[in-house]
């Protein structure tokens, strides 16, 4: 079994933030793939389904994100469920918008949920960090995490989660490279198809040269036109 972990913090006031993208990428899965109703246990929302042939078991903290990691590890100790199968999902200032990484362990890069976990579960565990781009400064971090997505971005970011929701299974099944690069795959920008050319229409005939300018640099041929010039006169 795999415990799927999407963090985010809880309440309407927060569900559109860019900080709840792990929530909003576990919801899409949970839908798509019929899993049973939630149910609160553990500090959380938690249901069950199996996604490709993999049991799943999906757990929301419902902690705030400070302390994902109370939800987290008593979910994985009542389940027996060893840190390697378990799986987080959150948001990335590091990484551009609509970019994503997988990776087991390392550090939490001053992010509260993961450091949460890291306290309650240990750091051998995955963590599929979901770009949500930098504003630019420090200063501005809180305010970007915790506003809601733009307008703008809703095109890119539903086509980001719904290649995360497709290609999710790779990732529960250990290959987290093949994940990376069907991911990459489907959200590269189709090239526009270049016209082919009409096999149907004619072919332009080049222009017939012009005689005179070829007799000029042709000695023999300015010959022949004074011969021609003193025997009409």
């Given at each position: 079994?795999?415990?799927?972990?999407?963090l985010?913090n809880?309440?309407?006031?927060?569900?559109?933030?860019?900080?709840?993208?792990?929530?909003?990428?576990?919801d899409?899965?949970?839908?798509?793939?019929?899993?049973?109703?939630?149910?609160?246990?553990?500090?959380?929302?938690?249901?069950?389904?199996?996604?490709?042939?993999?049991?799943?078991?999906?757990?929301?903290?419902?902690?705030?994100?400070?302390?994902?990691?109370?939800?987290?590890?008593?979910?994985?100790?009542f389940?027996k469920?060893?840190?390697?199968?378990?799986?987080?999902m959150h948001?990335?200032?590091?990484?551009?918008?609509?970019?994503?990484?997988?990776?087991?362990?390392?550090?939490?890069?001053?992010?509260?949920?993961?450091?949460?976990?890291?306290?309650?579960?240990?750091?051998?565990y995955?963590?599929?960090?979901?770009?949500?781009?930098?504003?630019?400064?420090?200063?501005?971090?809180?305010?970007?995490?915790?506003?809601?997505?733009?307008?703008?971005?809703?095109?890119?970011?539903?086509?980001?989660?719904?290649?995360?929701?497709?290609?999710?299974?790779c990732?529960?099944?250990?290959?987290?490279?093949?994940?990376?690069?069907?991911?990459a795959m489907?959200m590269?920008?189709?090239?526009?198809?270049?016209?082919?050319?009409?096999?149907n229409?004619?072919?332009?005939?080049?222009?017939?040269?012009?005689k005179?300018?070829?007799?000029?640099?042709?000695?023999?041929?300015?010959?022949?036109?004074?011969?021609?010039?003193?025997?009409?006169?």
């Open positions: 079994m795999i415990l799927l972990v999407g985010g809880p309440g309407g006031k927060y569900e559109k933030n860019r900080h709840n993208i792990g929530f909003m990428a576990l899409l899965m949970v839908q798509r793939h019929s899993f049973g109703p939630w149910r609160t246990k553990f500090q959380g929302e938690m249901c069950e389904g199996t996604i490709n042939g993999v049991k799943v078991l999906a757990l929301k903290p419902q902690t705030y994100m400070n302390e994902s990691g109370r939800s987290v590890g008593a979910a994985a100790r389940y469920i060893d840190p390697e199968h378990v799986v987080v948001d990335e200032l590091d990484l551009t918008f609509t970019k994503i990484k997988v990776k087991t362990g390392g550090g939490h890069g001053g992010h509260n949920g993961l450091r949460s976990c890291d306290a309650h579960l240990g750091k051998n995955k963590r599929v960090r979901l770009g949500i781009g930098h504003p630019g400064s420090k200063e501005k971090v809180h305010s970007h995490v915790l506003g809601d997505f733009a307008k703008a971005e809703g095109t890119e970011l539903d086509k980001m989660l719904d290649t995360v929701c497709q290609h999710i299974s990732v529960l099944k250990g290959e987290d490279t093949d994940f990376m690069n069907r991911y489907d590269r920008p189709q090239r526009p198809n270049k016209p082919k050319a009409d096999k229409v004619a072919q332009k005939t080049p222009a017939p040269k012009d005179s300018s070829e007799d000029e640099g042709n000695p023999f041929a300015v010959l022949q036109k004074l011969k021609k010039t003193s025997v009409q006169e």
